[in-house]
């Protein structure tokens, strides 16, 4: 048995040994980027890859969560050149997508997605380009491609380690571990690309570590807002794909250095404008009061606007308890002192009102919203509130 | 030896068959003409037509009839959802928990308690409420109310519901179907349905 359990162990060793090179084995660049017009795709593996991501972009194309928008696709697209540089950027197709979730992703084949939720988040055209930069260079560097080729050799470890019985399982560890650390790997690497096109862009490198400290800030607040246990952010999990959010906000600071730049935020706030009310109510109606709120308060750094007034008051009469109605009440007739004229402040007023401590005042409001409004789809219904 | 063991497990499997028959039970058919009570509650409805009652209840107060399956048409029961409750089960209690019904709810915050609920559970943020109107359920002051949406499969679906807040709890029949095709087709039959409502006496105390 001893005899047995050495070879066994001998070989478990060697294997161990073999997994780091396995797991640094870098993609081999060959011929043109993948950015390039006309490029075909190299190898069994790449064609693979560019097949089954051109048939989800089709799928994609169709897809009833894209926002068909020509004008914002075409901002967007301007500040993805401004970024990376307009030889790199024509070839990438940009689809913007109704999800209310901080993401952005972009597939083998040059597919940009970006959802909806990201561009509610960012608040200024420096910080999109950080994160539009981050995508690109994962697709420049063919990131999918490399981490499909270390998968497939960290499974072949484990399925020979499977053969070893109990004493394979560290080495199955191993593999399994080096899977999850190589994608962090990459994650940096694509951070350090990045950043290198916003120090060569016109664009304020800083907005990047932005980013990184607010997402920690929402994810704290929602998770405070639903008495949970914060997230740590200060360590790895040994199945985590990207590093720690803390590492990140810190080596980005560090690589930006003091390189300040155009942050855009007025032309953001000018492209945003017409879609912004409509994010803002998709956050509004997912049941975070913690993250919304402090995403609101972190939108109104520079005044508390109208349309930002009434998110928070909608949000606030949402939950509902009585000192929430109180707080949603001032915050309505907030709106109404900077904008009289506004219906949907007076009938949230009302309502805020009807469910609190003043239904009498509750329906006077909501008799003000029919004056303002007799022809609303739901003045029938307001009619009956008001009995 | 042999005998004692096999009745050990012929236990064990009648256990486990009773531990997991929840999970398995039939739909079952609901015959035309009958006034039969729903979602484990007093409200009761008279259909016309058959329906097919599914064996799987959205959540505890809730039941859902189908015609030809619960994607093609679903005829939603909720049968006195009680204050701080969810509309039905959460889907990821801890990421995703699902907002809650009040007892101190205006008629009006009731589509939107849907609405949210929704778009959280089918993960989708194309949902809409696209008209409110005030109706009358059982007698009861009520609203009634449409709404469209786009779950992951990418069918349109419409919807219609009518909802009442009786005794601090919520009473709501909901209809949705795919645009396509089921919904004009079908929609008739759940305006039959919420027309039968009744609520035995002892429901309506307040």
């Known amino acids: 048995m001893r005899r047995r359990f050495g070879w066994r162990g001998a070989l478990c060793a060697a294997l161990i040994a073999a997994a780091p090179a396995a797991v640094q084995a870098q993609v081999v660049r060959r011929g043109l980027p993948p950015f390039a017009k006309g490029y075909e795709p190299h190898t069994v593996d790449e064609r693979g890859m560019w097949m089954i991501a051109d048939e989800d972009e089709r799928k994609l194309r169709d897809s009833k969560f894209v926002i068909n928008d020509s004008a914002l696709n075409a901002y967007i697209r301007s500040v993805l050149c401004k970024t990376v540089g307009d030889d790199r950027c024509q070839g990438a197709r940009i689809y913007v997508m109704r999800i209310a979730a901080f993401n952005a992703s972009m597939s083998p084949n040059g597919t940009l997605q970006v959802w909806s939720g990201l561009l509610m988040r960012v608040r200024s055209e420096a910080e999109l380009a950080a994160v539009l930069g981050h995508e690109f260079a994962h697709f420049e560097m063919r990131h999918s491609l490399a981490g499909y080729r270390h998968a497939r050799s960290a499974s072949d470890i484990m399925a020979w380690a499977s053969l070893l019985g109990t004493s394979g399982i560290v080495l199955q560890a191993a593999a399994v571990g080096s899977f999850f650390s190589y994608g962090r790997a990459q994650e940096e690497e694509a951070d350090q690309l990045s950043m290198q096109y916003l120090l060569n862009s016109p664009y304020n490198p800083q907005g990047f570590a932005d980013v990184w400290e607010r997402i920690m800030s929402e994810t704290d607040a929602t998770a405070l807002g639903r008495k949970q246990r914060s997230t740590r952010y200060d360590r790895t999990a040994f199945f985590a794909s990207h590093p720690t959010t803390l590492q990140r906000a810190g080596y980005l600071r560090e690589l930006a250095g003091q390189r300040t730049g155009d942050d855009g935020e007025d032309r953001y706030l000018k492209a945003m404008a017409k879609w912004r009310p409509e994010f803002l109510a998709d956050q509004l109606k997912l049941n975070d009061f913690g993250g919304t709120e402090y995403l609101l308060g972190q939108l109104a750094k520079s005044g508390w606007t109208p349309d930002l007034l009434m998110a928070r008051a909608d949000l606030h009469r949402t939950r509902g308890n009585p000192r929430d109605l109180v707080s949603a009440a001032d915050l309505y007739r907030q709106v109404v002192a900077q904008s009289p004229d506004n219906a949907e402040a007076y009938r949230g007023l009302g309502m805020a009102l009807l469910r609190g401590p003043n239904p009498a005042e509750g329906k006077d409001a909501l008799r003000h919203y029919l004056s303002l409004r007799p022809d609303a789809q739901d003045s029938a219904m307001i009619s009956v509130l008001t009995q | ?206």
């Open chain 2, 1 to 206: 030896m042999t005998r004692p063991l096999s009745i050990v497990r012929a236990l064990l499997a009648a256990l486990l068959l009773c531990s997991i028959a929840p999970a398995y039970a039939g739909n079952k058919l609901i015959v035309a003409g009958v006034s039969i009570a729903v979602a484990k509650s007093a409200m009761t409805v008279t259909p016309e037509r058959e329906w097919n009652k599914m064996g799987a209840r959205p959540g505890r107060n809730s039941e859902t009839w189908t015609l030809d399956g619960d994607t093609l048409n679903d005829l939603t029961f909720y049968g006195g959802i009680a204050n701080d409750a969810t509309l039905f089960r959460e889907v990821n209690k801890r990421s995703a928990p699902l907002p809650r019904f009040s007892s101190t709810m205006l008629l009006t915050d009731i589509p939107v308690l849907l609405e949210n609920s929704y778009r959280i559970a089918l993960n989708t943020s194309l949902m809409a409420v696209d008209s409110v109107t005030p109706t009358t359920f059982a007698g009861e002051k009520a609203i009634h109310f449409t709404y469209s949406f786009t779950n992951q499969d990418g069918l349109r679906r419409n919807g219609e519901g009518t909802a009442a807040i009786i005794a601090g709890k919520l009473y709501m029949i909901t209809f949705e179907a795919p645009v396509i095709h089921y919904f004009a087709r079908d929609v008739a039959s759940y305006h039959q349905v919420v027309a039968s409502v009744r609520f035995p006496a002892v429901a309506k105390r307040k």
